[in-house]
């Protein structure tokens, strides 16, 4: 079986619909978004209830699951990068892992199969 | 698709139709400013105001349903009464006004005489103190109420093409007819029933409708499985205030004038609302273990559908104990009589307006005084049963027509079209697949225009590709 | 538990006083038809207009408060306000109404000879041009809303059943004497203070009860720690709109007629709301840095709070003035004084009820002019310096019994029953603890039905063995 | 920062004019308590309601607009209306009633003898049957809602300063001088032109000035690319509904009774409302084959805004005509014209009232009649061609002060402040940046308090840090 | 200490209450649910707001993350093949990634007793 | 490379707030929080609409997942611990994985240090 990686990246939640299509660009047939809210090194914003500030510093996000075979894990960092890079504190970070399996339950295959495009 | 036909053909011929009216609109104008003087303008402040409240139930109606579904069907819910509001005020002015009011054919329909609102012009109501257009206005809006609280029972499923064409038929043969037996002079007039503010008019006649089309179009898909818990409580609260603060013109504006008699409908709903909440919260907090805010929403509207019928002929102290009867029977409806039965009234249209309808129809046999309101009657406990006997009648002959009626115009409507949404259709939710809309757009989920000018979808393509060209190289 | 069984001795012994007296029923209607010529529609047109406009403002309370509690106590908070629009009605049309306008018992307390509403019947108020019928529903609204106020200062922490009790007791204990008091003839109109709408009845006696309540009720936890920010603010607009739009009613429905008295009213209800709101906004721009929509809406709360006692005897220019600073002063208390003295008056009803009734009661003394209202007096910029005089001690008054009164309540309500949810189930939420429902129900967040027909149980466990049969193998 | 700044300046002058005008106070009151005698009660009843109605369209707008942007800048919006109800009701009271209402300067201008209300007191209004107050009331409400309904046009990106300091300009230079010339006898009035309650004056001027703006400010980044969606339709059907319900009173309020004229008024705002929805719906399930929610809101607005002008000149059959143009009309110039000019009017002001205003301004011209109201005039269909000229000319003169005053107004705004927020604060969204606010709170996501008593800080930090002592070692 | 597991299954929404019944069924003690927006093969839908169209293809999911060890990673794997499968593009996914360990804060209990049964 | 790992912390939502202050204690430089039902031992609650009763069992939670080099994973873990235990049902579970690469999307920088505090 070939090697399956899972690349989670973190961004903002505007860059969204570009990186989508950029990712399309290149060949990812799927991914899973979420919404989460981030805490680094970007500075959060204060609010103000009734005369008391507040500073919140858990900033809302995006998470952007993509678990790749064919298309190789490069081009997908870089494509992201070159998409999500602005170069102000909050770009996001991009983490990698293994994935042991994947399966896809409409067919039940197993493997690369499971997120490769169906011929 | 097959759908968007039929409608389109339905539509048509009532576009004609409305058009062919609209050329008789100069003969429509037929104002006697002689008689002008006798407006009282206390009594007509009181009809207007009234009118106004009376129209924010309906929207307000839209949002006590839809805070009840689940969010993938919000917008279908508040859609359906707000259409309404719009369809049904077109059928008033042009059809319904006159064929309710009309000079009576009978005792069974009025004349088409006033269709496009003919003759009325700034005429004086007849035997009123206001102008004929105050209660053209003022009844407008009861039409439209009254089959918005259908919907309450066939929510989550029904096909908008087929729900704008079976209420449209509904208003026309089954709400118009009743109306007019009841308050424009027909046969039930005749018999001697009271009925102040709709009781059988509105809330029996639209509560067994619901029923009726409810058991005809089936359980939703999953009923009983699956948890089908309201999305945005507030919103029913919030719908529940509308309805109660619009119940005021619906059952003191009946007086048609500023005077005692709308004081008393006035307390009378309060304090039946109000012990109705209190009954319901009660006896739920026995009965679950919690006293909740549903059952406090849904507590008020039974106290005002019960008061309904009643209100301007019961003192405060009956209408205390009318509405706490009717929040012990329309909980007990709804959290047991339904559950047994297992029909799927989704938002409980039956087991409110039907069975708490019902109840006012009897209320008013046995409390009415005509201390209260010398045209009305007195009632069982004020020492004669010939009122409680008419009510009886009228409550059959409701029924009778709710189920009759709105079981032919449903077969009808079935002919010719889709009623019911597919179920893959039900599973994604109605707002997508009927109206293209999400009620709540999580600022996640986005999505790119499709249609819009050419060059802004070039410009947007353009953009992308040079920024991905070298990656894709 | 243990508060349940307390609730429902309470309970009962209400439910039973209330059949008593619906015995007592026929002997309520005692109409004088004579006398119904002496109606001005016009005046009673605007007082039911006026009544259902101060409805609307109790369950409007509920949104402005409710906007401003964390997500899991939104629906406690609303529910507090919209259950006491039920409570509290079926206690003023029983008891209320009698205590405070009944014939005055040495200026102290209302004879109960109109328990149940006896004897009002179809009459025409007093010296006035309505029906009795139209005050009572007038009132009532001011009754309810009252209370409802209260429940700002003990948001997010008291239980359920406690708070109804200790409502209904202040209703009956406090509010009933103090309005009164003020305008049922007792011994404060006596001494000359002028309260056109409310502002020594209503605001400072549920702002300062509410300040009682919640230092004797302790912080909530984590307060001062933990952030506390409201959970929708549209929500909180939305009731600041329904609280502004019924104030109208509240203020120049006051004037119990349609006429200059009422329009000068009007006028200065708004441009205080107006000039408030300005005045708040701009004082927190240069504060904080920010113009906040909350403080937009806390504004005109304080605007109108402010001009509510004088509404009806000052001239709209003063009332700029008496918004402006009303404004100022009640943001400094919410803003500045409360995080000194750190008491968890959560949603600020003392800070802004309290403190602007304090000085809309003040304001009238100074302000006041015959020029406005004959029957009212001139203030201190006027030329006299009576009417400061009696407005300061009234104020005294209504601080005095509104600690006193609510110290002494809860102690009693406290005796009986658990006061405070516990600290696991705040954190929890009320929502979920005390009414067994959440607000806005995720679409991801189901459950499974446990109760229901037994049937659609068995089948729904049955459709799931059938087909995890083999996976289990 | 440097906006604040000028906006202290700017501040500072408007506190201090009106601190000047406050001195004058006495003076304002000049009652004459002779000529009450004359003031009709009902009519009193049904302008004072009809003040409240228009009221409550004003927020409800801000609910309107608020739920079609994004959750971002959901509270800058509402903030947009609501502040405008503030700010503009204490400019009104204090200038703009003169301005507009005052004695007639050449047929241009008030003299600003009113100024302060000044000499208003308990006055009558001439030729009226309500008290002047009454009147102060309601006409202050219309220049509250005409800036208001501007901020459509320029949402989400406007900086807060510079749209207070605009709008207020606004008010004074342009809304005031316009309705002095429709309705305080000014040069249009004298014309001959009709605008019963506000065609001319409040939608062409306001849709007008919106498209100005929005073209000066530029578009929304990435408008066109980056879907743009309402983030929450059921406040915007809120929005609608109180819309619609407020609508009642500004269109049948405008007959200054209680009267026929107001009837015919209240049921011809009705069918032209319902009769724009109806025809918006359909026209766009033709066209995008989906019948959608925001179709029905923005079909209603589009047809009370067409039959504003009218509503007093016209019969019932005509109102549903102009009402079915309207929604066509209005639909084609959002969902085609715009798309086609690519101008980015957030919110359609432009598509809805400037051009809705514009049909029904004309179609005044075409079915006004005597017969409906003898102080108006007789249009092209009812045999006459005076009045759709004079109509014409009106509209050209509102487009011109429209565009050349919102230019020359906003030009001076951008010399001496930021108007438009910078790309990244739109990019975060102006509820965050500009007020500090979020629409909805999170539970999850939440923020320590930086501000309070300095004894909760320390306290917060010592409870963590003997926690967390052992961990650090 | 024994192989865990963390199985990712992305599916419909609609499916969840029945996938978390036949989980408890087969012995898993706990999952961790989140709502996520899917995009692959599965089409998106239209929506129209003033006349202009739009094409939304993120598409409302759920993904549950099942820690297993005791359990048999395949039993969990077919369990929910059963319930999922429809047939229909879109039934989802499921990753399997290998766990480093498992703490259970309550107990401080390491490994594969942090998801195990307690008896 | 140094070896990173991703800590995924699993707990109740009214904690979030102190962890994190515990986790920026210890020199944690980032974090992405999201909301999750959870499932577990932690009995549900029951709702009551209209007289029918509804057994939730998913209850609100927060995940953390917390990427860490430098930071010992042992300390996170154990201050998490500290923080979050109550002794009571439903504290929640710490999951570890190993993350093969991180990329901070702003400067490109891989591994460690993209996850490093700058200096
Ligand atoms: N150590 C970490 N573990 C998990 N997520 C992290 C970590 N550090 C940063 N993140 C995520 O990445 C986002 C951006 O990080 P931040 O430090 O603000 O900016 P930058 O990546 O530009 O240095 C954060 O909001 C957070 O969601
Ligand atoms: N490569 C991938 N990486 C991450 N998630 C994916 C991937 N492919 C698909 N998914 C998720 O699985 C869901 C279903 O996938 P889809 O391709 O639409 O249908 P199917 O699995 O039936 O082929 C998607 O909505 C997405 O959430
Ligand atoms: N096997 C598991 N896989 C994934 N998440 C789990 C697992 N077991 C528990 N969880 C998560 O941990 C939370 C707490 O677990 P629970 O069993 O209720 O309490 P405790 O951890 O105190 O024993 C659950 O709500 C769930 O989100």
Known sequence: MRKITKIDIVTRPNKLEELKEAMNHIGVQGMTVSQVYGCGLQKGHTEVYRGREYNINLLPGVKLEIVVCEVPVELVVETAQKVLKTGKVGDGKIFLYNVENAVRIRTGVEGSEAIMDEK | MKGWINMKKTWSILCLTLLCMLFAIPAALAADPAEAAKIDTGDTAWVLMSAALVFIMTPG??????????????????????????MISVEWVILGYAMTFGTDINGFIGSLAKVGLTGVGMNILDNGTIPELAFVAFQCMFAVITPALITGAFAERMRFAAFTVFILLWAIFIYNPMAHWVWGGGFLAQLGALDFAGGLVIHILSGVSGLTICILLGKRHGYGKLPMLPHHLPMTVLGATLLWFGWFGFNAGSALGANALAANAFVTSQSAAASATVAWVLIEWIHNGKPTILGAASGCIAGLVAITPAAGFVAPMPSVIIGLVAGVVCYTAVAVVKAKLSYDDSLDAFGVHGIGGTWGAIATGLWATKEVNPAGADGLFYGSSDLIVAQLISIVVAYALAIIGSFVLFKLVSAFMQVRVDESE?????????????????????????????????????????????VSK
């Open chain 2, 61 to 86: 109606l839209g949002f006590f349903y839809g805070g009840m579904v689940r969010s993938k069907n919000v917008l279908t819910t508040i859609m359906q009464s707000f259409f309404i509001v719009a």
């Open chain 2, 426 to 470: 039900e599973v994604s939710g109605l707002d997508i697949v009927e109206h293209g809309e999400r009620g709540y757009a999580q600022s996640i989920m986005t999505g790119s225009p499709v249609i819009g000018s050419a060059e802004d979808a070039a410009m947007a393509m353009q953009a992308f590709s040079i920024d991905s060209d070298p």
